[in-house]
């Protein structure tokens, strides 16, 4: 049985890169019928907050990816305790007394000497004497997992056969002097205590993963089949970590973007698959393939979102916008026949509200010079409201009769006189929506 994970730190909102990983996760549990789980990785006391674990589950509720059941890692300390136990027990987890001062030095030491800078072990084979005596001046060390000096190998899911030597990485610290369990060894333990068959999150994580690999073994778990995904960048390439901010999902809710947009972009962009819209969930798991995606950065332009909200909002019905129309004050009567009209001309819903506001209150006019003349004649030709579909053609049939003018010159200045604009829907169908045309006076 298929089990999967999307595993955020509630230390922020979750943004567009974070989606990468929560849909990928989602679809390949929802294709196979498993199970997904919302692990909410709140190890760190300081930075975790709940109102952020509260925003991120708003956010996936509003993509509609639904999971199966939330776990905290917060409420499971016990259990990475009694890993941390266990591999004490193996001669796996050695404690260690440098200072971050001290390992930073070492670090610069190794990288002046053209070395990699991975920690040398120099508290490895520490005497009990020794132990104590540091840690009587120190306070309590920092516990590192003891690495096999081997090469790590596997194949993930997007890059392929991968082969990396632990012996050019740095025994991961587990837990902190301060007692702190490192996301390291949770995710560890909860993957496989929670059956997770299946991680895939981003490609910074691979070296995490070499690690992770080697602790699952020794902890006697099974290595779920692990994709990493390359990381998003701007149009032009650049780095997004900076703007991932300001990219940040409730803002592209706030700003107007369709959930399905995004849902539909994230799921194909950086696959060799064209960007599709897809009307649901389901048909989107329908046609997911991880190993369609490649390693290479994958431009993301939050642009594109704009016109694949919008064409989505031209297929959608009536039913599923009644709640915005109502809030922007459209009369239920006239709703079925403003959706159609205006459902063609918007990008966000929440352009809705504007056109309303243009039918129920009338538009300035606008009115060139030239034409004053023109629009003052043809307005004193338009009969009161309430209009039909037939009075845009029956009053500039009449205008052209009593003016001579045709075609655009007939018609453009009379839109602008009573929209304001000079595009916009078919004039036919705006007329039975307007409900007060300002340049009549
Ligand atoms: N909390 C980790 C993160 O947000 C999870 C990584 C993982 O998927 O294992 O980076």
């Known amino acids: 049985m298929t089990t999967t994970r999307f595993a955020p730190s509630p230390t922020g909102y979750i943004h567009v890169g974070n989606l990468r990983t929560a849909l990928m996760n989602y679809l390949i549990a929802r294709k196979s019928g498993g199970t997904f789980i919302l692990r909410i990785d709140d190890t760190d006391p300081e930075r975790s907050k709940e109102e952020y674990v509260d925003a991120i589950k708003q956010d996936l509720e509003w993509l509609g990816l639904h999971w199966d059941r939330v776990e905290r890692q917060s409420l499971r300390l016990d259990r ?20 971050p001062t001290e390992l930073d030095l070492k670090r610069k030491k190794q990288l002046n000497m053209g070395k990699p800078p991975v920690y040398d072990r120099a508290m490895l084979n520490l005497s009990a004497e020794e132990k104590d005596k540091l840690r009587a001046e120190r306070g309590d060390g920092h516990w590192r997992f003891l690495l096999d000096q081997e090469r790590i190998e596997w194949t993930d899911g997007i890059l392929g056969d991968l082969s990396i030597d632990a012996a050019s990485v740095s025994d991961p610290v587990l837990i902190r002097g301060d007692g702190q369990v490192l996301y390291t060894l949770a995710s560890v333990v909860d993957d496989t205590e929670m059956g997770v068959t299946n991680v895939v999150r981003g490609s910074d994580h691979v070296t995490n993963t070499a690690t992770q690999i080697q602790m699952i073994e020794a902890l006697g778990g099974t290595v779920p089949a692990f994709a990493h995904h390359s990381l998003l960048t701007g149009p032009q390439g650049e780095a997004l970590s900076k703007r991932l901010g300001t990219l940040a999902l409730r803002d592209l809710r706030e700003a107007g973007v369709e959930p399905m947009a995004l849902i539909s972009l994230m799921a194909r962009l950086g696959s060799s698959d ?7 969930l389901d048909e989107v798991a329908e046609g997911f393939d991880i190993t369609k995606f490649g390693s290479a950065p994958t431009k993301f332009d939050v ?3 704009y016109p694949l909200t919008a064409r989505i909002l031209h297929e959608t019905p009536l039913s599923d916008v009644a709640a915005d129309l109502k809030a922007a004050g459209v009369p239920d009567e006239l709703a079925d026949k ?8 918007i990008t966000t819903r929440k352009d ?3 056109w309303w506001e243009l039918f129920a209150n009338g538009a300035d006019p606008v009115i060139d010079d030239e034409d004053k003349e023109f629009v003052a004649q043809a307005m004193t030709m338009l009969p009161d409201g309430p209009y039909d579909s037939d009075t845009w053609g029956n009053w500039t049939a009449a205008v052209k009769e009593a003016t001579g003018r045709k075609g655009r010159g007939l018609f453009m200045p009379l839109r602008k006189a009573l929209t304001g604009q000079s595009h916009g829907p078919d004039m036919k169908d705006v007329m039975p929506l307007l409900q007060v045309v300002k340049a009549k006076g």
């Not at 403003?338 to 001309?345: D, I, K, S, T, Y």
């Open 274 to 280: 064209p960007v599709e819209i897809r009307a649901n």
């Open 80 to 99: 990475y305790a009694e890993a941390a136990d266990k591999l004490r027990g193996m001669g796996r987890f050695y404690e260690c007394f440098e200072t």
């Open 338 to 345: 403003f959706w159609a009209v205006v459902r063609e001309n």
């Open 303 to 305: 642009d594109d979102l």
């Open 352 to 354: 809705i509200a504007g």
